[in-house]
T-cell receptor, first 113, second 111 residues
Framework: NAGVTQTPKFRVLKTGQSMTLLCAQDMNHEYMYWYRQDPGMGLRLIHYSVGEGTTAKGEVPDGYNVSRLKKQNFLLGLESAAPSQTSVYFC????????????FGPGTRLTVL | RKEVEQDPGPFNVPEGATVAFNCTYSNSASQSFFWYRQDCRKEPKLLMSVYSSGNEDGRFTAQLNRASQYISLLIRDSKLSDSATYLCVVNIPGGSYIPTFGRGTSLIVHP
């Protein structure tokens, strides 16, 4: 049981490049979330999903897209990376309902030059 | 005003001290409250849920005050290993409940 995994762990991009971050969970959780964490800012919600095939915007969705084609996977895409997207990205999942405990992945450290 | 606010600290305390953090929230309809611990550059991990009646887990006590809209975390007999950032999480009603994080409170326990 791996819990929540994130791929890749580190990445450096040039401005304008695109990439996809993968979050996978093997706990059959319904809800999944993508956050970014910047120094002194806490975690801010980018997008979330309440089930397979559904997605919704969080607090800071601009510049990101997501997809949840399979229940266990939640993908975060950056179509044209900008230096302002340099951050640590965390994925999380909860069993069912937004009021449950969240389980986090180890994070992806992204630098955009 | 941010929906969930915490004093960022740092709180610098000696081993053995008792320290308390508060976290205020603005939406009175909020449900489910948690404290998470985050070590440097690692993912947050659940420390404890916060129940209306208050709850205790060893040296840690969490309380909820709905009337004043804040939750608290008390750490007794601080250990060096308690040094970390403590994040409060409040589930705020939207289309579904949205977990919303405070900025975190930094605790440094020194010998």
């Amino acid at each position: 049981n791996a819990g929540v995994t994130q791929t890749p762990k580190f990445r450096v991009l040039k401005t304008g490049q695109s990439m996809t971050l993968l979050c996978a969970q093997d706990m059959n959780h319904e809800y999944m979330y993508w956050y970014r964490q910047d120094p002194g800012m806490g975690l801010r919600l980018i997008h979330y999903s309440v089930g397979e095939g559904t997605t919704a915007k969080g607090e800071v969705p601009d510049g990101y897209n997501v997809s949840r084609l399979k229940k266990q996977n939640f993908l975060l895409g950056l179509e044209s990376a900008a230096p302002s997207q340099t951050s640590v990205y965390f994925c999380a999942s909860t069993p069912a309902g937004g009021t449950d405990t969240q389980y986090f992945g180890p994070g992806t450290r992204l630098t955009v030059l | 005003r941010k929906e969930v606010e915490q004093d960022p600290g740092p709180f610098n305390v000696p081993e053995g001290a008792t320290v308390a953090f508060n976290c205020t929230y603005s939406n009175s309809a909020s449900q489910s409250f948690f404290w998470y611990r985050q070590d440097c550059r690692k993912e947050p991990k659940l420390l404890m849920s916060v129940y209306s009646s208050g709850n205790e887990d060893g040296r840690f006590t969490a309380q909820l005050n709905r009337a004043s809209q804040y939750i608290s975390l008390l750490i007794r007999d601080s250990k060096l290993s308690d040094s970390a950032t403590y994040l409060c999480v409040v589930n705020i009603p939207g289309g579904s409940y949205i977990p919303t994080f405070g900025r975190g409170t930094s605790l440094i326990v020194h010998p």
